[in-house]
């Protein structure tokens, strides 16, 4: 008995001593999205996985380099081909995801004037948020209608909000989301003055950014038509195999290296003096 006891002062002392002594792993919180996951979320394809947008480019790359052997015998041809088209899905997304950051911004200014005019109707800040999903700009409509059913089921205000910056992945609809949580979290009568104010801010910041993009657009199309030009010519010279077969020597093969690195490299080097400043998503 008294070393059952023993035993048990023993393993309570060791656990008093452990709680100060031996230091305590943080627990992590979830991890960041990754780059492929930011950007298919800003495409709005969040409901698509980054592993299936890699699959995808694996699968579309090899059956071109594949397809391309088969018709051309080449295989430097066929390598640089297959490269090209694994890399068009993820062309697309973030075209798609420019595309959609621009309409956003263009109906960001009007979904805020829906807003105050709602307030100032004497809607509450949340009916006035799930009535966007009805009335408020149409690409916006979607995420205010997932957010009037989640706040339906809920009724967290504060958490619905960060599920719906979530949906929208948009940096502009961060700063409007966070402007609504501290407007709602104060309180007072100054939201319609908020409102009214980032409204304006919202709409001259687009018109600005709209005229800079339009003055920006033949640079980046340049660069496009650039790059693009001699990988097409080259598509075309693969059905004929006299011409194509001479990229399979040393020479060819070192000529489609070099030419591929300097593409590349034009195009970012282009890209970059034309870039326009991006706005991050800072309040995630």
């Avoid at 960041?32 to 995808?56: D, F, I, Q």
């Avoid at 799930?130 to 209608?145: H, I, N, S, T, Y």
């Avoid at 009214?196 to 496009?224: H, I, K, P």
């Avoid at 001479?246 to 030419?259: D, E, H, I, K, S």
Wanted: aromatic residues 6%; proline residues 6%.
């Amino acid at each position: 008995m008294g070393a059952v006891v023993g035993l048990g002062v023993g393993i309570g002392l060791l656990l008093v001593w452990s709680a100060f002594a031996v230091p305590r792993r943080s627990r992590s919180g979830p991890r960041p999205p990754g780059p492929v996951t930011t950007r298919l979320h800003a495409a709005g394809l969040g409901h698509v996985s980054a592993s299936s947008l890699l699959v995808l480019c694996g699968v579309l790359g090899v059956a071109v380099a594949f397809l391309l052997q088969v018709l051309t015998r080449t295989a430097p041809v066929a390598v640089v081909m297959g490269l090209l088209a694994a890399y068009l899905p993820v062309a697309l997304v973030g075209a798609r995801a420019r595309r959609r950051r621009a309409e956003f911004a263009d109906v960001w200014p009007d979904a805020v004037d829906n807003l105050a005019s709602a307030v100032r109707a004497g809607l509450s800040l949340p009916d006035a948020l799930v009535a966007l999903g009805d009335r408020g700009p149409e690409p916006l409509r979607p995420g205010f209608a997932a957010f009037a059913l989640d706040y339906q089921v809920t009724g967290r205000f504060s958490d619905c909000l960060d599920r719906l910056k979530e949906r929208l992945a948009d940096p502009v609809g961060d700063r409007v989301v966070e402007g609504l949580r501290v407007a709602r979290e104060v309180g007072g009568g100054d939201l319609g003055r908020l409102l009214r104010n980032l409204s304006g801010y919202l709409r001259d910041d687009a018109r600005l950014r709209s005229e800079l993009a339009a003055r920006q657009a033949w640079t980046v199309n340049g660069a496009r038509l650039a790059v693009a030009a001699p990988w097409l010519v080259l598509l075309m010279m693969a059905f004929q195999g006299e011409v194509i077969r001479r990229y399979a020597t040393p020479t060819g093969t070192v000529v489609l290296v070099v030419g591929a690195l300097v593409c590349v490299a034009s195009y970012r080097l282009m890209t970059w003096i034309g870039r326009l400043p991006v706005e991050r998503r800072i309040l995630r």
